[in-house]
């Protein structure tokens, strides 16, 4: 739970650090942007004021002309010149003392002003102007410019205007004047361009900021950027300004702003792909560890169950044996109260004296006699003893021939019962075996018990199946013989590993194809007391010890008979 809190902590930490850094990076992209669409406009503003210098200098060299020029010619030539130039309202040629000798309006002024745009207030209402710029120009010899001043048309609106001034030398003395009326707005009309892309206005305006004329969009939205640049003239000093509103479409369509967004989408998609691959990791192994554990609860569960079915087929089979229990303690215990009887006997009718040694003798062989017979009831209690105690499981060296030796008091009883002769081959120095010792005594009991069965089978018929047989029908007790082997495996040369081979072989009839296929089938039996589960408990016993529970047999007489096989490993082995 705190692993998850956390992770979740470092994940919103993670996306808070990114954020920022596209922030960031976005920010600083926009900066750029920024000062370079500055940089720009400065450079065009500075275009542009040397570009109009370079064009009213031009107009001047032009207008010489009508210095020069007879004055028949005059009018026509001014005429046509300010066809061309509509940024010019007017000209005039004046005398040495100011005074006007001529005059020409620009046919672009309006039309009820036919008179030009002078006529409404009257020329000499703006003569210091001209005055002020002839004066300069009179001084310096060069074309000066007045200050700029407003001319009312009287609609409420009127025209901004500057008189230049050309003074007309000869032998350096000033003859004459040629007065053009230039329009500031007729100026950028005609010489600036607005660019509508950056949604532009360019204007000039005083030195003190106040505006004089304009041109281009005015509609304020966006960001503002404005850059100023001074267009000097003689006796004219005017500001340029280029003010423009930056527009979304430009801002998108920059190389660097696209490659940013890209950016930030790519890692937008890397993270939530990598968040997406955690999520469905961490989800896998929880349902992985839910899994396992699941599991370790059914193995659990399995393990109990098997456990207990062990329990109850070897309660089954301890039901069976007590009968043949008492039987069998009959012996010794008859045989005791007969040597105990016999010893009183002989105590309590004999004088001890008249025998001297050989009555003691007597004694003696009684007592040992009750010791044996009674070492040898206890003998077989033990082992019933042992085998019906509830261990639990556990693993350990053991001898093959302690595993078969000590079940074989038990196998005796049953083999004395079912006339059956038993025969032990084992293996000298064969090395202790990695096993429950219980369970596989367990599997060796039952084996050797079916192998036994199957032997009565073949004197009693199919209907006697199972049955004890009767000492008395016991014919061809010669081939009754259940076979114990324990061999060191062959297996062994080719693995590497020890193991040790177990065979229980019965001469019987064999197992039947029909038997065969539900061998190990719990709860298949052909005996009229069976459980059959004895088998299917033995395969699973052997496969907890990492081998399987084999068998050949053979239904063609003389030959008849099942051995049932299985290995086990020795501890080196199991560890290797
Ligand atoms: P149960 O002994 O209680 O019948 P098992 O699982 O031990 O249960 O055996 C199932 C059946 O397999 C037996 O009923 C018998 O028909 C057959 N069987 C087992 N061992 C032998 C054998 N050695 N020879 C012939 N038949 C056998």
């Known amino acids: 739970m705190i692993a998850k809190t956390r992770r979740t902590w470092l994940w919103a930490l993670l996306l808070m650090l990114i954020a920022i850094l596209l922030g960031s990076l976005v920010w600083l992209v926009g900066r750029y942007e920024q000062s370079r669409f500055e940089d720009q406009m400065e450079i065009s503003a500075t275009d542009l004021a040397s570009d109009m210098r370079a064009k009213l200098s031009r107009n001047a060299q032009r207008l010489q002309v009508l210095l020069e020029r007879e004055t028949l010619n005059w009018d026509w030539t001014a005429r046509q010149l300010m066809e061309e130039r509509p940024e010019i309202l007017r000209i005039e040629k004046r005398d040495t003392l100011l005074r006007t000798e001529v005059s ?76 053009t009326t230039y329009s500031l707005d007729g100026i950028l009309r005609s010489w600036a361009q607005a660019d509508t892309r950056r949604q532009e206005e360019i204007s000039f305006r005083d030195t003190d900021g106040s505006r004089l004329a304009t041109i281009g969009n005015s509609i304020r939205h966006g960001d503002v950027f404005a850059v100023k640049t001074i267009l000097g003239l003689q006796g004219l000093t005017l500001i340029l300004r280029i003010q423009s509103w930056r527009s979304a479409p430009y801002w998108l369509a920059n190389t660097p702003t696209v490659l940013v967004l890209f950016l930030v989408i790519a890692l937008a998609a890397v993270l939530w792909l990598l968040y997406r691959d955690t999520r469905k990791r961490l989800r896998t192994e929880a349902q992985l560890a839910r899994e396992i554990i699941q599991q370790r609860k059914a193995e659990d569960v399995s393990r109990q169950s098997l456990e207990r079915l062990q329990k109850s087929a ?187 081979e177990f065979h229980i072989q019965d001469r019987g009839l064999g197992l039947t194809q029909e038997v065969s296929d539900k061998l190990f ?42 051995t049932f096989s299985f290995k086990l490993m020795t501890h080196h082995a199991t560890l290797a």
């Open 104 to 179: 020409v309006n620009s046919p672009f002024v309006k039309q009820i002003y036919s008179a030009g745009i002078f006529n409404h207030l009257g020329r000499q209402n703006f003569s210091s102007e001209v005055t002020q710029a002839c004066v300069i120009a009179a001084r310096s010899l060069e074309p000066a410019y007045s200050i700029s001043y407003f001319v009312p048309v009287g609609d409420g609106t009127g025209y901004e205007v500057t008189d230049m001034c050309i003074p007309h030398v000869a032998n350096n003395k000033v003859t004459g004047y040629l007065v």
């Open 314 to 500: 070897r309660l089954a089979t301890l039901g069976e044996m007590a009968s043949m229990l008492s039987h069998e303690l009959n012996q010794p215990l008859a045989a005791i109260a007969s040597y105990a009887s016999g010893g009183l006997n002989l105590l309590e009718t004999e004088s001890p004296s008249e025998h001297g040694a050989e009555y003691l003798k007597q004694i003696k062989i009684a007592l040992e006699r009750i010791t044996a017979q009674s070492e040898r009831a206890g003998l077989v209690i033990k082992s019933v003893h042992d085998f019906v105690r509830r261990r639990e499981t556990e693993r350990a060296s053991i001898a093959p021939q302690s595993l078969l030796k000590e079940v074989m008091p038990l196998l005796g009883l049953l083999a004395k019962q079912m006339g059956v002769r038993l025969e032990l081959e084992i293996e000298k120095n064969l090395p202790p075996v990695w096993c429950d010792k219980t369970m596989i005594e367990q599997v060796i009991i039952n084996l050797a018990r079916n192998g036994m069965q199957a032997m009565g089978m073949h004197t009693m018929g199919a209907h006697g199946v199972g049955m004890p047989i009767q000492k008395t029908e016991a014919p061809d007790i010669k081939r009754r013989i259940l076979t114990l082997t324990a061999r060191a495996s062959d297996a062994e040369h080719v693995t590497g590993a020890v193991q040790v």
């Open 521 to 562: 089938t719990p709860f298949f039996t052909t005996k009229m007391e069976g459980m059959g589960l004895g088998l299917s408990l033995c395969r699973t016993v052997i496969e907890q010890h990492g081998g399987s529970l084999t068998y050949t047999t053979n239904t063609e007489p003389p030959l008849t008979g099942t």
